[in-house]
């Protein structure tokens, strides 16, 4: 079966720094990979997917970006955070259009 | 953004069924109907999906209109680990870009 790691579990990062968060994912290949973000008392935002590498398609505009470097990875990343890139964000996969999709743990990003 | 319409809580009794309804008024002849479920600070966890017919699997039953237009989960016997979100989600023609509304708090009374 299909696990997805993600790290950090927490961060706390000053508004105008960088970010890189990373999710790989095992126990698959060529899956499709989602990033979503999570803000408190919200439903899941669908941010950044992928359907192979170096393929990325965003869904909303915003101050961050994806990228695929490997079959199994994907990376968000911000080159300057905003306090509204706060939030709870969530690594996923799944391998095709009504596969059931698995969700890593996530990362909760504090901005200050 | 194909989005689905959901009662933001409900409560049930442990041990008792519970039934969560979901609209999904725009839904097309090849979208599933998925639900998912989020525990607090967990990540959401895969419960169900179908297309036409009632479908059933360890976790819960689906049960879909004929028209499609609706459809409800119903979990046998509530457990208070069953006390989640639950996301009723449409999914598209293109893939499974979800869109994730605010879903039904389920509590489950001990």
């Known amino acids: 079966s299909q696990t997805i790691h993600q790290w950090p579990a927490t961060l706390v990062q000053p508004v105008g720094s960088p970010l890189s968060l990373e999710c790989t994912v095992e126990g698959t290949s060529n899956p499709n990979l989602y990033w979503y973000r999570q803000a408190a008392g919200r439903g899941l935002q669908l941010l950044f997917y992928s359907v192979g590498i170096g393929q990325i398609s965003s869904e909303v505009p915003q101050n961050l970006s994806a990228s695929r470097p490997q079959d199994r990875q994907f990376i968000l990343s911000s080159k300057k955070l905003l306090l509204s890139d706060s939030g709870f964000y969530l690594c996923?996969?799944?391998?095709?259009?009504?596969?059931?999709?698995?969700f890593g743990d996530g990362t909760r990003l504090s901005i200050l | 953004d194909a989005k689905t319409t959901q009662p933001n809580s409900m409560e049930s009794n442990e041990e008792e069924p519970v039934h969560l309804p979901c609209n999904h008024s725009t839904i097309s002849g090849t979208d599933y109907i998925h639900w998912y479920r989020q525990l607090p600070s967990q990540g959401p966890e895969y419960v169900i999906h179908?297309?036409?017919s009632n479908v059933n699997n360890r976790m819960a039953s689906l049960a879909i209109a004929e028209d499609r237009k609706s459809s409800t989960l119903i979990l046998h016997r509530a457990t208070l680990r069953d006390a989640a979100v639950y996301y009723c989600i449409q999914g598209t023609d293109t893939g499974n870009q979800f869109y994730f509304g605010t879903g039904t708090s389920l509590t489950v009374i001990p």
């Open positions: 179908g297309l036409t």
């Open positions: 996923a996969c799944d391998r095709g259009r009504n596969q059931p999709q698995h």
